[in-house]
């Protein structure tokens, strides 16, 4: 299974020497079928708070990723999207040391002309436990229609 794909859409507009927000975290992207989407972040003790339980905020974005990334190919092509809306349900912590890697799967639930809305989770590994559940809506930049034409 290969890992970060050339066209993603984090590195969209950006050369390699650019660092983006999802890099910099360390997110590693995994191919899927359209309209889904895989990622692995293997932890590290800065995306922890100071009780070594991986950040609120590390998983929220997380769970942003996998919603964008799963609308973000459409027909092969990849959309300029922004997140309009997110929402977060925080099921359980997740303790650096016991747990070495986070799992992200997002799933496009339904595609409007100029929106689309996804579900996603986050899992911790080893174990395979369900840390966190999310819903998104994604607006499409100007220009970049999901209805076929």
């Not at 990622?39 to 950040?55: A, D, I, M, Q, S």
């Not at 990723?65 to 929402?87: E, F, I, P, Q, V």
């Not at 911790?124 to 999310?134: E, F």
Request: proline share 5%; aromatic share 8%; hydrophobic share 40%.
């Amino acid at each position: 299974m290969s890992r970060q794909k050339k066209d993603d859409p984090q590195r969209a507009g950006r050369s390699e020497e650019q660092a983006h927000f999802g890099a910099m975290l360390g997110f590693e992207r995994m191919d899927s079928p359209e309209d889904t989407a895989l990622f692995e972040l293997k932890l590290r003790p800065e995306h922890c708070n100071l009780y070594g339980t991986v950040h609120g905020g590390v998983v929220m974005s997380m769970l942003d990723a996998a919603g964008l990334w799963a609308g973000a190919y459409r027909d092969g092509a990849l959309l300029k999207a922004s997140t309009a809306a997110l929402n977060c349900n925080f099921l359980r912590g997740a303790r650096l040391g016991p747990v070495v890697s986070l799992k992200a799967r997002g799933e496009v639930t339904k595609r409007g002309k100029s929106i689309y809305f996804c579900s996603s989770w986050v899992y911790a590994y080893p174990g395979d436990d369900l840390i966190a559940s999310g819903q998104g809506v994604y607006a499409l930049a100007p220009g970049e229609p999901l209805a076929s034409t």
